[in-house]
């Protein structure tokens, strides 16, 4: 009840008695991976008996300078000592800041929430207890509010006559003022003859064929970048490219042609007979030709980016006949009611920019490949953006912002993670694994701690088809646990479950809630084998010891038989002998795992089983993945060998179970 951690990583103790006298030392913990890292040093307390002292500020040692991003949170600290125990104070330019509706006290620290530039100026703490000459200490924080870049263009295609200009008007706001760069398929633009370059506006005179593509306008400043793209298509007076339909000469991602355009179009687009030597749509046997097999997803699930996301892919089985085009369509994950964003993209581009996404937040794609036989399977990935850039605590000593070059600008080591000090972020959606008859884990993942340590979870649940709220199933988990069970659940009732976080500022908001579960005791129920295994979709290396892995799995492909878990097999790559597959088990419904305690710089191949109690599976395709080598004997330039997947067909087509 006495200690409380700090987002700086500081612990402070409120009156320390000789109780709290002994040796400490700093530890983070990671609740997804379950790695510990722990302070080489340490850190001694002796508790003494005072007699009358003056009062004295122990933190912050001088005055400081902090840059926040606008709309998050910050804490400034100020540890006092003294005897008789200082009371402090805090003051915003020389005005008492304890009646403001955005600022609360943790101790005798000052929390201001959800900050805006108003929030900018100096505070002051103050110390008394009435000891000493002027019985009172300061420290100063000079806080300044920055806001990152907003970038807006007024079009999103234009189709430009050739030897005609082309002006694309860019609108940034930003605090400090952002710099701007202009982009033409993502290379940067210098000032010349033919592009004209302003801060707000680009302008490209006598256009030709070669000026075609993607222009995107960037902005940057100290705490974040943002960016807009418009894409230009030029073409012969009266002509346009040979094209399926007037959709096409947008990019995939621009909105509709409005229909008082689109009888100019038609009149316009003149079809030509096809470039002989061209592969034709389909050919003249159709009945040779299948759906096309799901792409496979080459993008990591993790990305820096904050706002966008750069998805990759290829292609497997067309099915016989080119690939026309694939779709795109993603959403976020916290609200599965949203509406999918629709992408179509033409069939020999294999990557796609997703724009306009929120900071730190979880998506789901899914995607498709079409040939003229319609719409091939369905290839999904999950995947997670970056959060907006911490805010820095500088010295104010140290510090003068160069806001022309803020390169020029030194930094000293003292940093806070200040960012978004606030209850946590609501946890990633539970997964639900069977237990018992009556009885089920709920495993889930958790995101932000909001600046504080995550205290404890809480587990609530809901019956489906019935009236009522929420009901608490479980309070007071530990953070270090990320799964329990919830039992004496009713037989042949739905249920879905959700998860809350809680830390020194408050509980998050509700998880997502989970995916149906029925409860209807499987004691005596005769299941069927599954037949086609899941589909190994990524592969990496996290460090010397761990491979991490995500796969696909649908349960159409066995008719909806229910499926308990996967087994995870993997071995060296030069191992020929079967019985040097070592065996993870993976229960319910995720779809990642890491596999530790691997070998370093050492070759795996990986395969995996689906399972119920009907047995196991076909296996997977099989993926090899390379660990990293030991720090101590990297080599320079030495990268580790990327997944590669096994020249093995994919799940609907294995060969007997057993084989690689």
Same mark, same amino acid.
């Given at each position: 009840?006495?200690?409380?951690?700090?987002?700086?990583?500081?612990?402070?103790?409120?009156?320390?008695?000789?109780?709290?006298?002994?040796?400490?030392?700093?530890?983070?913990?990671?609740p997804v991976t379950q790695e510990v890292k722990t302070s080489v040093s340490s850190d001694r307390l002796r508790v003494r008996r005072s007699t009358a002292e003056a009062a004295r500020i122990i933190y912050p040692p001088v005055a400081q300078t902090i840059i926040v991003t606008k709309g998050q949170s910050l804490i400034l600290e100020c540890v006092a000592g003294g005897m008789p125990p200082p009371k402090v104070s805090w003051a915003k330019d020389g005005s008492d800041v304890s009646g403001q509706n955005k600022t609360r006290f943790l101790l005798t620290n000052l929390l201001i929430e959800a900050t805006s530039e108003e929030d900018s100026g100096m505070y002051t703490c103050t110390a008394t207890n009435g000891i000493g000459d002027g019985g009172s200490a300061f420290i100063f924080y000079n806080v300044q509010v920055f806001e990152p870049p907003e970038v807006n263009m007024e079009s999103t295609q234009q189709i430009v006559t050739w030897g005609q200009s082309a002006k694309f008007t860019c609108d940034v706001r930003g605090n400090p003022q952002p710099?701007?760069?202009?982009?033409?398929?993502?290379?940067?633009?210098?000032?010349?003859?033919?592009?004209?370059?302003?801060?707000?506006?680009?302008?490209?005179n006598s256009v030709g064929p070669e000026d075609d593509g993607i222009y995107q306008c960037v902005a940057e400043n100290e705490v974040g970048s943002a960016q807009a793209l418009t894409f230009l298509m030029t073409t012969r007076r009266g002509v346009f490219p040979n094209l399926a339909s007037e959709r096409d000469i947008l990019?995939?991602?621009?909105?509709?042609?409005?229909?008082?355009?689109?009888?100019?179009?038609?009149?316009?687009?003149?079809p030509r007979p096809p470039t002989p030597g061209l592969p034709t749509p389909c050919p003249s046997d159709k009945t040779s030709v299948v759906q096309p097999e799901a792409p496979i997803i080459l993008s990591s699930p993790r990305t820096s980016k904050t706002d966008y996301y750069e998805l990759t892919w290829k292609p497997r089985d067309n099915g016989g006949?080119?690939?026309?085009?694939?779709?795109?369509?993603?959403?976020? %994950?916290?609200?599965?009611? &949203? @509406?999918?964003?629709? *992408?179509? !993209?033409?069939?020999? $581009?294999?990557?796609?920019i997703l724009t306009k996404l929120d900071p730190g937040s979880l998506y789901e794609v899914e995607m498709a490949a079409y040939n003229c036989a319609g719409e091939g399977q369905t290839a999904m990935m999950t995947f997670r953006t970056g959060r907006r850039p911490k805010p820095e605590i500088i010295?104010?000593?140290? %510090?003068?912002?160069?806001? &022309? @070059?803020?390169?020029? *600008?030194? !930094?000293?080591?003292? $940093?806070?993670?200040?960012?978004?000090l606030s209850p946590p972020e609501a946890p990633d959606r539970p997964t639900i694994s069977m237990a018992s008859e009556t009885s089920v884990f709920v495993t889930w993942i958790p995101r932000g701690n909001g600046g504080f340590p995550i205290q404890s979870f809480r587990v609530e649940y809901k019956k489906l088809k019935q009236p009522g709220d929420w009901i608490l199933a479980t309070s007071d988990i530990p953070p270090s646990r990320l799964s329990v069970e919830i039992s004496e659940l009713e037989k042949g009732t739905s249920y879905?479950?959700?998860?809350?976080?809680?830390?020194?500022?408050?509980?998050?908001?509700?998880?997502?809630?989970?995916?149906?579960?029925?409860?209807?005791?499987?004691?005596?129920?005769?299941?069927?084998?599954?037949?086609?295994?899941?589909?190994?979709?990524?592969t990496?290396?996290?460090?010397?010891?761990?491979?991490?892995?995500?796969?696909?799995?649908?349960?159409?492909?066995?008719n909806n038989t229910p499926i308990h878990g996967f087994y995870i097999f993997y071995r060296p790559t030069d191992s020929d002998n079967d019985?040097?597959?070592?065996?993870?088990?993976?229960?319910?419904?995720?779809?990642?795992?890491?596999?530790?305690?691997?070998?370093?710089?050492?070759?795996?191949?990986?395969?995996?089983?689906?399972?119920n109690k009907g047995g196991e599976s076909e296996f997977s395709n099989v993926m090899i993945c390379e660990t990293k080598a030991r720090k101590s004997s990297a080599q320079p330039g030495r990268q580790p060998q990327p997944a590669a997947p096994s020249p093995q067909p994919p799940p609907n087509r294995h060969g007997p179970p057993g084989t690689a």
């Open positions: 009840d006495n200690y409380l951690i700090m987002p700086s990583g500081n612990l402070q103790i409120v009156n320390a008695t000789q109780e709290d006298e002994g040796t400490y030392k700093c530890a983070a913990y990671n710099s701007v760069v202009w982009l033409r398929n993502a290379e940067p633009l210098l000032p010349s003859s033919r592009h004209r370059i302003s801060r707000r506006i680009l302008r490209v990019p995939p991602t621009a909105p509709p042609i409005p229909d008082d355009k689109q009888l100019l179009l038609k009149a316009q687009l003149k006949a080119p690939i026309l085009f694939y779709t795109v369509k993603h959403r976020k %994950v916290v609200n599965t009611t &949203d @509406d999918w964003t629709v *992408s179509r !993209v033409p069939g020999l $581009q294999h990557r796609l010295a104010s000593k140290e %510090v003068q912002i160069q806001k &022309d @070059d803020p390169g020029t *600008s030194t !930094v000293s080591s003292i $940093q806070s993670d200040n960012n978004r879905r479950f959700r998860v809350r976080a809680m830390n020194i500022l408050g509980e998050s908001q509700p998880s997502a809630p989970s995916k149906p579960y029925m409860v209807s005791g499987y004691s005596n129920r005769n299941y069927e084998r599954p037949v086609t295994g899941p589909y190994i979709t990524f990496e290396a996290l460090n010397e010891t761990t491979i991490m892995l995500k796969w696909m799995y649908i349960p159409a492909s066995n019985s040097d597959y070592k065996k993870d088990m993976v229960e319910g419904d995720r779809y990642w795992h890491s596999i530790t305690d691997l070998q370093p710089e050492t070759s795996y191949d990986i395969k995996m089983q689906c399972y």
